[in-house]
């Protein structure tokens, strides 16, 4: 049973002390700050090109880059690519990504600094998604099995100084694991432990493990589950961060945000990769912005120390509160638009945030993103021609704790509370018998996200059920800074299942940013669906298609389709496990050929790429969940 303290406070910034391991001339882990870096998307026996691409890496800061190594024969390249890297004056440390081929780990542990091994598929098949009933003699000779192959990767990773990373893969793990453990945030665990227990047995420690996947909920859940163990059997192994096949643009880089700042947030990661469906070197400037929010982050003022979480850490379940209007309960969170601060706003303000006004009807009708209510006060209201259909919030209903305290309730009203006043015992006494308030939970601490965890700790504590929006204000003007920041900031109480609805205030970032980004949110910590989801691999030299083109392609023939969640994999490694969670799939099969799958089973085999996009459509019509 895992301990609930995955990490070292609950009421503080602490990073988790990690053992040192050595990359190359570049450490991870221990006293070393977080390190960021990206994988090469080339033909691994094409030396100037994948040379070419770790250079441009480096040059934007890349600490380490990975390279895919299928087999031996791009193993052995790794020596060509290592030596006109040092010959250009680039001695960044190399890490190979291999797959199905212990032969070709071995290889490539002779000329770089790191192999990746994936537990899933290092000896044990492709999983099949069979169950199979194993005797508890069956399942230790399958762990016999893969530490008679590890054991030869152990000793030259020994000789040469080179780490290995044990890259736990959600959409990867064995039919033996699935079978014992499920498809699970416990399943990774497991998959890890069983390698780590072989590599103590034979005393290497030159370790980093990642546990990744494309559902932002069993990444965080596993990454702490595996904490938990560690801690219980005395190992502190480096972490390294990522959600796999995040995908491209905003969504790509708010749905890493909101995975990988839920666990940096708690001082968890020595190094991070954000994968996107773009060149590799995109992915270095918001790994480094993500990295730098964090960074020596104090929490003033102090909190109160927490000693337990009144919920379960390791898997979803949202915090119980009433239902005030369409707020709190079951329904989906909301998103309210902050426009009371305004001196004036107009019609274009209130489309931007997704309401369009029908001439016809003279009414206001939402779009598929849309607010589900405007925060207005007095004088926007009477400056407005006509609010027909518009939810609105005005101003008037929003207290303050000392209005609040000496007011009559209304049918539903607001109060504006930051964890300080959680201390007032009339307050809470109030709130506990209201059935009619909504709670604003705002924060100025320089440490916000624990303050505000810190608060919804306190509020179940104290058995307030009231519905809680969380509220953050930012005054970045760039918009890339803005969404990382904030989907840190609200993804880890989210996934965590804390609060029943956000308001973002940005005054320097476009109205129809703010609003796309609150949505964008929602979703990659899947709470609400409101659009196409689109489980996007990065590509690597597997891939056998123009990964980012085909990306672009399928958005414009299906990002209608809301709700609707569509992986586009580059090839089979981790193709229909790590987009199990999609509707449908559309998968590298080889050259110029593609598989289409719903759910994970193939619908159609080696379909030429020219007509692939096509046929998924047809696909996605014949099971009706097209609509135009």
Same mark, same amino acid.
């Given at each position: 049973?895992?301990?609930?303290?995955?990490?070292?406070?609950?009421?503080?910034?602490?990073?988790?002390?990690? *053992?040192?391991?050595?990359?190359?001339?570049?450490?991870?882990? /221990?006293?070393?700050?977080?390190?960021?870096?990206?994988?090469?998307?080339?033909?691994?026996?094409?030396?100037?090109?994948?040379?070419?691409?770790?250079?441009?890496?480096?040059?934007?800061?890349?600490?380490?880059?990975?390279?895919?190594?299928? %087999?031996?024969?791009?193993?052995?390249?790794?020596?060509?690519?290592?030596?006109? @890297?040092?010959?250009?004056?680039?001695?960044?440390?190399? =890490?190979?990504? #291999?797959?199905?081929?212990?032969? &070709?780990?071995?290889?490539? &542990?002779?000329?770089?600094?790191?192999?990746?091994?994936?537990?899933?598929?290092?000896?044990?098949?492709? &999983?099949?998604?069979?169950?199979?009933?194993?005797?508890?003699?069956?399942?230790?000779?399958?762990?016999?099995?893969?530490? +008679?192959?590890?054991?030869?990767?152990?000793?030259?990773?020994?000789?040469?100084?080179?780490?290995?990373?044990?890259?736990?893969?959600?959409?990867?793990?064995?039919?033996? *694991?699935?079978?014992?453990? /499920?498809?699970?945030?416990?399943?990774?665990?497991?998959?890890?432990?069983?390698?780590?227990?072989?590599?103590?047995?034979?005393?290497?420690?030159?370790?980093?493990?990642?546990?990744?996947?494309?559902?932002?909920?069993?990444?965080?859940?596993?990454?702490?589950?595996?904490?938990?163990?560690?801690?219980?059997?005395?190992?502190?192994?480096?972490?390294?961060?990522?959600?796999?096949?995040?995908?491209?643009?905003?969504?790509?880089?708010?749905?890493?945000?909101?995975?990988?700042?839920?666990?940096?947030?708690?001082?968890?990661?020595?190094?991070?990769?954000?994968?996107?469906?773009?060149? !590799?070197?995109? +992915?270095?400037?918001?790994?480094?912005?993500? #990295?730098?929010?964090?960074?020596?982050?104090?929490?003033?003022?102090?909190?109160? !120390?927490?000693?337990?979480?009144?919920?379960?850490?390791?898997?979803?379940?949202?915090? +119980?509160?009433?239902?005030?209007?369409?707020?709190?309960?079951?329904? !989906?969170?909301?998103?309210?638009?902050?426009?009371?601060?305004?001196?004036?706003?107009?019609?274009?303000?209130?489309?931007?945030?997704?309401?369009?006004?029908?001439?016809?009807?003279?009414?206001?009708?939402?779009?598929?993103?849309?607010?589900?209510?405007?925060?207005?006060?007095?004088?926007?209201?009477?400056?407005?021609?006509?609010?027909?259909?518009?939810?609105?919030?005005?101003?008037?209903?929003?207290?303050?704790?000392?209005?609040?305290?000496?007011?009559?309730?209304?049918?539903?009203?607001?109060?504006?509370?930051?964890?300080?006043?959680?201390?007032?015992?009339?307050?809470?006494?109030?709130?506990?018998?209201?059935?009619?308030?909504?709670?604003?939970?705002?924060?100025?601490?320089?440490?916000?996200?624990?303050?505000?965890?810190?608060?919804?700790?306190?509020?179940?504590? @104290?058995?307030?059920?009231?519905?809680? =929006?969380?509220?953050?204000?930012?005054?970045?003007?760039?918009?890339?800074?803005?969404?990382?920041?904030?989907?840190?900031?609200?993804?880890?109480?989210?996934?965590?299942?804390?609060?029943?609805?956000? *308001?973002?205030?940005?005054?320097?970032?476009?109205?129809?940013?703010?609003?796309?980004? &609150?949505?964008?949110? @929602?979703?990659?910590?899947?709470?609400?669906?409101?659009?196409?989801?689109?489980?996007?691999?990065?590509?690597? %030299?597997?891939? @056998?298609?123009?990964?980012?083109?085909?990306?672009?392609?399928?958005?414009?023939?299906?990002?209608?389709?809301?709700?609707?969640?569509? %992986?586009?994999?580059?090839?089979?490694?981790?193709?229909?496990? +790590?987009?199990?969670?999609?509707?449908?799939?559309?998968?590298?099969?080889?050259?110029?050929?593609?598989?289409?799958?719903? /759910?994970?089973? #193939?619908?159609?085999?080696?379909?030429?790429?020219?007509?692939?996009?096509?046929?998924? #459509?047809?696909?996605?019509?014949?099971?009706?969940?097209?609509?135009?």
């Amino acid at each position: 049973m895992a301990d609930s303290k995955y990490c070292i406070t609950f009421s503080d910034y602490i990073r988790r002390k990690s *053992i040192e391991v050595n990359i190359g001339e570049t450490p991870m882990g /221990g006293n070393n700050p977080v390190r960021v870096q990206t994988m090469t998307t080339t033909n691994t026996n094409d030396t100037l090109a994948t040379v070419e691409q770790c250079i441009r890496a480096a040059k934007v800061g890349a600490e380490y880059v990975r390279i895919t190594t299928q %087999g031996i024969k791009e193993a052995s390249n790794l020596e060509n690519i290592k030596r006109e @890297l040092i010959s250009r004056g680039f001695n960044i440390p190399l =890490i190979s990504d #291999v797959h199905f081929n212990p032969a &070709a780990a071995l290889e490539s &542990a002779k000329h770089i600094e790191k192999v990746r091994i994936n537990p899933g598929n290092f000896i044990d098949p492709r &999983a099949k998604f069979e169950n199979i009933d194993y005797t508890d003699e069956e399942y230790a000779h399958e762990i016999s099995r893969i530490e +008679e192959k590890l054991i030869p990767l152990i000793e030259i990773c020994r000789n040469r100084k080179v780490a290995i990373r044990l890259g736990i893969n959600h959409g990867s793990l064995s039919d033996r *694991i699935m079978s014992r453990y /499920g498809d699970t945030p416990e399943g990774m665990v497991e998959s890890a432990m069983e390698f780590l227990h072989i590599c103590r047995k034979h005393k290497f420690d030159d370790i980093v493990i990642s546990m990744k996947s494309s559902n932002t909920r069993v990444m965080v859940y596993a990454v702490r589950l595996l904490i938990s163990r560690m801690n219980m059997e005395d190992m502190h192994y480096p972490l390294h961060l990522g959600v796999t096949e995040a995908g491209d643009g905003e969504d790509g880089r708010i749905k890493s945000a909101v995975g990988i700042g839920a666990l940096l947030a708690d001082g968890i990661g020595d190094t991070i990769r954000v994968s996107l469906t773009e060149e !590799p070197e995109n +992915e270095i400037p918001v790994a480094q912005k993500l #990295v730098a929010y964090f960074e020596n982050r104090q929490t003033n003022p102090t909190i109160e !120390p927490i000693a337990k979480l009144p919920y379960n850490p390791y898997d979803y379940a949202r915090r +119980e509160s009433i239902a005030i209007d369409a707020i709190g309960s079951h329904n !989906p969170p909301v998103v309210i638009a902050n426009l009371s601060n305004r001196n004036s706003i107009n019609l274009d303000t209130i489309q931007q945030w997704g309401w369009n006004y029908d001439t016809e009807s003279k009414q206001w009708k939402r779009t598929d993103i849309a607010a589900d209510y405007l925060w207005l006060n007095g004088a926007q209201l009477n400056s407005l021609v006509n609010t027909n259909g518009l939810p609105i919030i005005d101003n008037s209903l929003v207290l303050s704790v000392a209005e609040y305290l000496s007011a009559k309730s209304s049918d539903k009203q607001f109060i504006r509370i930051e964890y300080s006043d959680l201390a007032n015992i009339n307050l809470i006494t109030q709130l506990k018998d209201d059935t009619k308030t909504v709670i604003i939970l705002e924060t100025s601490n320089t440490n916000g996200f624990t303050e505000q965890r810190a608060a919804f700790v306190r509020l179940m504590e @104290l058995g307030v059920t009231a519905p809680v =929006i969380i509220h953050r204000t930012y005054s970045d003007a760039d918009k890339e800074d803005f969404q990382l920041k904030s989907a840190s900031d609200f993804g880890g109480l989210l996934i965590d299942g804390l609060g029943d609805g956000i *308001i973002i205030t940005a005054p320097s970032i476009a109205d129809n940013d703010v609003c796309s980004t &609150a949505f964008t949110v @929602l979703q990659a910590a899947r709470t609400r669906f409101s659009k196409t989801e689109y489980i996007s691999c990065p590509g690597c %030299g597997r891939t @056998l298609y123009n990964l980012q083109q085909t990306l672009q392609k399928i958005k414009a023939h299906t990002s209608q389709l809301k709700g609707l969640k569509i %992986g586009v994999m580059g090839c089979i490694v981790n193709g229909p496990g +790590e987009m199990a969670d999609a509707d449908y799939g559309y998968v590298g099969a080889g050259p110029g050929r593609i598989t289409l799958y719903k /759910g994970k089973e #193939v619908v159609k085999k080696n379909i030429p790429e020219d007509n692939a996009i096509a046929e998924l #459509v047809n696909v996605i019509k014949e099971n009706g969940d097209w609509r135009e």
